[in-house]
C-alpha cells in the first residue's frame, strides 16, 4: 500500500469539519475529546448491531474497538455508533416474527440517518443477525461511500451425549417432544447446551448464508466471514479493516464499483453452491435495487438453477460454519467455483484486488469432505431452486440441499391455514395427513405484515417423523434451518389477491423441483371466480411500525423492498 492522500475538500466530512462556519460544529468534537488532527482527518462510520438480545451480536462491540483501531492507525477518525437487531431464533414462532424483515429497513435506513446527518466519509459495518447483515450491506451500496462489511462470526457447535448440534436440534427437540420421542429431561439438558458461545446460529442458515454472500460480492475480506466469534483472529480481521478502509477512501474505490451485476450473480452462486437459505433470494435483489441493479427473484433462481451443490453444510448436510472456516473457509469454495468456470473473476472487491486475485494464492484442500470439488458436487442443481406456475405467477423458492431425488416432487390435497399460528396448532395436534400440502398464507410482506419465517412448524413436523411426508407453501418465510419440500415466498402474496389467497382444502396442488414448478390444478377460469369472490382482510397492526412498513413494502420477488431505489436516485450521499 503506498502513502494515503486524502482530500478533505471533497469528502463528507468537510461540512461538519472544515471552515470558519463549522467552528460550532468542531465544538461539538472538542468536547468528546478530540484533537485538531483527528478532526482535520477523514471521519469514519463504524456501525455495529450490537445489542444483548441474542448471542449473535453479543461479541460485535469488542470487534468494533479493534476496527476503531485499525482506522486510527491508518490516519482515519473512527466515530462508533449502534442500531438495531431482531434475532429471528428469539422472535421465532410467535408475532415478534413479524418485526424481523421489517428491522432489516429499519437497520439500513438507522445507518443512512446517521451516516447523513454527521457527513461521516466511509463506513465499516459489524453485523451478525439474520437481517442484520444484508441491512448492513444495504446501507453501504445506498450511501455509496467506501465501506467494508464485517461479519460478527458464527457460534460454536454445542454438544449433547457426545454429538455436535446446533439451534436446528433444539426446534427439532420439540416436535420430538411433542410426540413422546424426548423427555422433559433430554429436552432440559439440550436446550442448555446447544448454543456454548457467542456468535450466529452455526450452520448454514441465513445468516451465515449472507456473511458466505459478503465475501463472495466483495465487500468483506477474504476470510474474514467464517471465523467464529469466539475466534481472536477476528479482531486481527476488525482491525485490518478498519486499515484497509482508509485505503478505500484515497483510491475512492466504492461499494459500487463492487457490487455489479456479476457481483450479484457471484453472490447467488455461493448461496446455492453452499445449499444456502432460501432469504438469500429476498435479499439480493433488495442489494441490488439499492445499488439500481435489476436482480429479482427470477433472476436469482436462473444463478441457482446452473450452479451446482458443493459444500455439505447443516441443515440439509453434516457439517457447520466452523468446520468449512477451519477446512479453508469461504474462499475455498469460491476457488472451486472459479476453478470450474462458474464465478466472474474480474469483480473488484474492498481488497482493492478481484476475486480472482484474491484466489490466487488458495489451494485446493483434498484432505477434507466438506467442500466438494464443482466438477463433483453432491448434486448438479444447486441446493435451492426457483419455482414458478399458476399458484406462482411471481416466482417461489424452495431449499432442496440434502434432499434426495425422488423427494423433488410432491403431489397432494391442499391443507390451509390463514396464519402461522393455527398451522402450529394443528401440526402440534398432528390434527394432517400424510401427503398433505400445508399452505400458510396471509404471512407475506403486506399480509402479516413482515413476511414471517415458519421454523416452529417446519422444525415440529421434522421432529415427529412427518418432515418428508408432507409439503408447505407459505407466502411469508422459512428459516435457514428449514429443511424438506418447504416452499416460500409465494407471490404475489394472499393479501394482494395472489393465487395462494383462492385456493381451497382439497385443491391439488402439484410442486415439482426438478422442473421448477408449482400449480394447482384449477383452470385459469376457476381461478378468476374465485378471484372476484376474494375481499382484502385488515391485519392487527393498524398503527406503528408494522403499520408504517404495511403501507410502503413491496413483493417478495423484488426483495420487499420499501423505497424507490437506485434507479430513482438524482444525488447519492457520497457526491454531497
Known sequence: MGARVFDKSKLPSRHVSVGPARAPHRSYYYAMGMTAKQIAQPFVGVASCWNEAAPCNIALMRQAQAVKKGVASANGTPREFCTITVTDGIAMGHQGMKSSLASREVIADSVELTMRGHCYDALVGLAGCDKSLPGMMMAMVRLNVPSIFIYGGSILPGNFKGQPVTIQ???????????????????????????????????????????????????????????????????????????????????????????????????????????????????????????????????????????????????????????????????????????????????????????????????????????????????????????????????????????????????????????????????????????????????????????????????????????????????????????????????PEAAVGGPIGLIRDGDIIELDAITGKLAVRLSDAELEERRKAWTPRQTDYRSGALWKYAQTVGSAKGGAVTHPGGAAETQCYADI
Open 169 to 491: 436440534d433444539v426446534f427439532e427437540a420439540v416436535g420430538k417432544h411433542s410426540v413422546g420421542a424426548m423427555s422433559d429431561e433430554d429436552l432440559k439438558e439440550l436446550e442448555e447446551v446447544a448454543c456454548p458461545s457467542s456468535g450466529s446460529c452455526g450452520a448454514q442458515f441465513t445468516a451465515n448464508t449472507m456473511a458466505t454472500v459478503a465475501e463472495a460480492i466483495g465487500l468483506a475480506l477474504p476470510y474474514s466471514c467464517g471465523a467464529p466469534a469466539p475466534y481472536d483472529v477476528r479482531d486481527t480481521f476488525c482491525y485490518t479493516a478498519g486499515e484497509m478502509v482508509m485505503d478505500l477512501i484515497a483510491r475512492n474505490i466504492r461499494p459500487r464499483d463492487i457490487v455489479t451485476r456479476k457481483a450479484l450473480e457471484n453472490a447467488a452462486m455461493v448461496v446455492a453452491a453452499s445449499g444456502g437459505s432460501t432469504n438469500a433470494a429476498l435479499h439480493l435483489p433488495a442489494i441490488a435495487h439499492e445499488c439500481g441493479i435489476d436482480f429479482d427473484l427470477f433472476a436469482v433462481a436462473e444463478i441457482f438453477k446452473k450452479t451446482p451443490y458443493v459444500a455439505d453444510l447443516k441443515p440439509g448436510g453434516k457439517y457447520v460454519a466452523k468446520d468449512m472456516f477451519e477446512v479453508g473457509g469461504i474462499p475455498l469454495l469460491m476457488k472451486t467455483l472459479l476453478d470450474h468456470g462458474y464465478l466472474h473473476g474480474d469483480c473488484m472487491t474492498v481488497t482493492g484486488r478481484t476475486i480472482a486475485e484474491n484466489l490466487a494464492s488458495v489451494k485446493w484442500n483434498d484432505q477434507q469432505d466438506v467442500v466438494y470439488p464443482a466438477n463433483k458436487p453432491i448434486t448438479q442443481t444447486g441446493g435451492v431452486v426457483g419455482l414458478e406456475g399458476n399458484l406462482a405467477p411471481e416466482g417461489a423458492i424452495v431449499k432442496i440441499a440434502g434432499m434426495p431425488t425422488e423427494s423433488l416432487v410432491f403431489t397432494g390435497p391442499a391443507r390451509c391455514f390463514d396464519c402461522e399460528e393455527d398451522a402450529f396448532k394443528a401440526v402440534s395436534n398432528r390434527d394432517y395427513k400424510v401427503g398433505d400440502v400445508l399452505v400458510i398464507r396471509y404471512e407475506g410482506p403486506k399480509g402479516g405484515p413482515g413476511m414471517r419465517e415458519m421454523l416452529a412448524t417446519t422444525a415440529a413436523l421434522y421432529g415427529q417423523g412427518m418432515g418428508d411426508k408432507v409439503a408447505l407453501i407459505t407466502d411469508g418465510r422459512f428459516s435457514g434451518a428449514t429443511r424438506g419440500f418447504c416452499v416460500g415466498h409465494v407471490g
